[in-house]
């Protein structure tokens, strides 16, 4: 369900289309409302407005099919009003102060803290997690948010005396108009990673959910606003292509924070920095673990499983790939056992390990992923096709899956799958392992199962991946640390959250002054540069 603020008084009683989501295309079919059904509003200037689009993208509960609502794509009108009252708001908001704004910040986070089930009820929805996992999305993001009530320390500005008289300072001021652009999975986390840095720095900030969850940013734009944002500080609007393109090409906003795709990353990143902005973003992956014959084996598995198949998969940093070193592909069956006994199920049934894929099209593209490993000659030792989930028929269900003996020529490796399918090849040494894994394109994440430190200690100096795991599966780290994903993971260099996350939505300013004692005594003027201090 969207909150009550999202909701809109639509009377017009219209037989509804049959229409797929079509996230890559600039035209949308002129499409017939169904009444009832809930409208996702623009949050410009303070005020959740009705779009005046005729352009609405619908919105489906990813476990019932259910159409639950309609996002707009916010019009060019819409887009400009928003970036001038962005503009506007930028130049009243940079005048506050450091210890104003982080007041904001911790009622922000007290907010956040009570409504955090409602939160994770509507990702439910209309993203399909568990609630359980839902919360963790929600938490995730509220830790950017308690790093931002640490403003005052991390602000601070440097100060030397530079010649007897003069000093020069050293302060970070806001960039401006910043904008952000959402991916579906973590609908309250990757939204978190942005706006409250970006705010809490001094900037005001545009942000564009996916088009295909929404609810969870709307929510937390409501909570910001009781928080003290001011009116224009934090704007939302909807859409895709159209809506991202404009965001790239509009002058007036100076940086854009992108997590998502490599086609649109890529798209952003190179069309942004052609008009002149800063750009961070982080891409798609393919994260691998090593399994080494001395790891303790039940936790590893256990470790394993739940990276592979939580979230259906649908994380950037999930562990998709296994690399068995030795005998432990002998370990596979056993894998495949624990991996049978996770429940496939609607989000919150509180039995339910693993929920819905976003879309019908990703079901499709998984199950077709799957097959093509069997057509390359992979062994699919459990196939999570075909599971049917009792009272939500329609979902876009696909069970943990795990597919031995794959080469690194088949396309389900050279693939990121983004859905609940663990990939396993096999190898002879912690060396191979780690050369397979330099190889890879990309670097978000690997981890190494062992109870060997020198093995450890080998493996992290020598991968070349942004954030390793020693018996940890997922190793993303926790704010002040930011999230340093690499090589292919990532365009631009300054990562989100953490002091490179405040960086990044800020511009360092030195100011040299000189006040002299004995002013008074100048009688000459001075045209060489200086020697000696
Ligand atoms: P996506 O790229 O389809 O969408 C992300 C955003 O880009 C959306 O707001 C969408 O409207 C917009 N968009 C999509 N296609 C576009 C195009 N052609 N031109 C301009 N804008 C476009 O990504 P997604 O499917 O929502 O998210 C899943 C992807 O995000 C996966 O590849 C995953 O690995 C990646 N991801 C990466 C991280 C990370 O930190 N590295 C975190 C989460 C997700």
Redesign the pocket.
């Known amino acids: 369900m969207l909150s009550s603020i999202l909701k809109t008084s639509s009377s017009t009683i219209q037989r509804s289309t049959p229409f797929v989501r079509r996230?890559?295309s600039t035209q949308f079919p002129a499409l017939q409302r169904v009444a009832g059904v809930e409208t996702v509003k623009n949050y410009i200037n303070g005020k959740f407005t009705e779009s005046k689009t005729d352009k609405w993208i619908e919105l489906y509960n990813p476990a019932s099919q259910d159409l639950i609502g309609y996002v707009p794509e916010t019009t060019p009108e819409e887009l400009r009003e928003a970036t001038k009252t962005a503009a506007a708001a930028a130049k009243e908001w940079k005048k506050t102060t450091v210890l104003a704004r982080q007041r904001v910040m911790m009622d922000l986070q007290y907010l956040i803290r009570q409504k955090q089930d409602a939160i994770a009820e509507n990702i439910v929805q209309e993203q399909g997690k568990t609630f359980a996992d839902a919360k963790g999305d929600v938490f995730r993001g509220l830790q950017v948010v308690e790093q931002a009530c640490a403003l005052t320390s991390l602000l601070m500005g440097e100060k030397l005396t530079v010649a007897k008289d003069m000093e020069t300072y050293m302060y970070r001021e806001p960039l401006g108009v910043v904008a952000g652009?959402?991916?579906?999975?973590?609908p309250a986390m990757?939204p978190l990673w942005m706006f409250p840095l970006a705010i809490a720095a001094g900037n005001s900030i545009i942000m564009?959910?996916?088009?295909?969850d929404p609810g969870a940013l709307m929510m937390l734009a409501k909570l910001a606003a009781e928080a003290g944002v001011p009116d224009g500080v934090l704007n939302v609007v909807h859409?895709?292509?159209d809506?991202?393109?404009y965001i790239c090409d509009e002058p007036e906003i100076k940086a854009i924070s992108?997590?998502?795709?490599?086609?649109?990353?890529e798209?952003?990143y190179t069309r942004g920095n052609a008009n002149g902005k800063r750009v961070q973003a982080?891409?798609?992956?393919k994260n691998h673990a090593v399994l080494l014959p001395d790891a303790n084996k039940q936790a590893a598995l256990n470790a394993i499983a739940g990276a592979a198949f939580g979230a259906a998969g649908?994380?950037?940093?999930a562990l998709s790939t296994l690399v068995c070193v030795g005998e432990t592909k002998d370990w596979m069956p056993e894998l495949a056992q624990r991996a049978r006994e996770l429940k496939v199920g609607y989000g919150m049934d509180p039995d339910t390990d693993v929920g819905p894929l976003?879309t019908v099209q990703s079901k499709k593209r998984v199950e077709r992923l799957i097959q093509s490993g069997v057509d390359e000659g992979a062994d699919l030792i459990l196939d999570g096709r075909g599971v049917v989930v009792k009272g939500f028929e329609k979902g876009n269900f696909v069970g943990p899956s795990l597919l031995t003996n794959v080469k690194t020529n088949m396309e389900c490796y050279r693939e990121?799958i983004?859905g609940p399918v663990l990939v396993c090849l096999n190898v002879d040494t912690l060396d191979e392992a780690i050369e397979l894994i330099n190889k890879n394109p990309y670097g978000?994440g690997t981890a190494v199962f062992t109870n060997s430190g020198p093995s450890a200690r080998k493996f992290e100096h020598e991968i070349d991946v942004g954030q390793v795991g020693i018996n940890v599966p997922i190793p993303v780290p926790v704010p002040p640390f930011s999230?340093t994903?690499s090589r292919g993971?990532?365009l631009g260099d300054m990562n989100?959250y953490g002091k490179s996350g405040l960086n990044f939505y800020t511009k360092p300013k030195t100011v040299t002054s000189l006040w002299k004692e004995s002013d008074s005594e100048h009688t000459r003027a001075a045209v060489s540069m200086p020697t000696m201090h």
Do not use: T, W, Y
Request: net charge positive; glycine share 10%; hydrophobic share 45%.
């Open positions: 996230a890559f652009i959402c991916p579906f999975n973590f990757i564009k959910p996916s088009e295909r859409g895709s292509v809506c991202v393109n992108f997590v998502g795709s490599d086609k649109a990353g798209h952003i982080n891409l798609g992956a649908q994380r950037c940093m976003i990121e983004f978000n999230f994903g993971s990532i989100f």
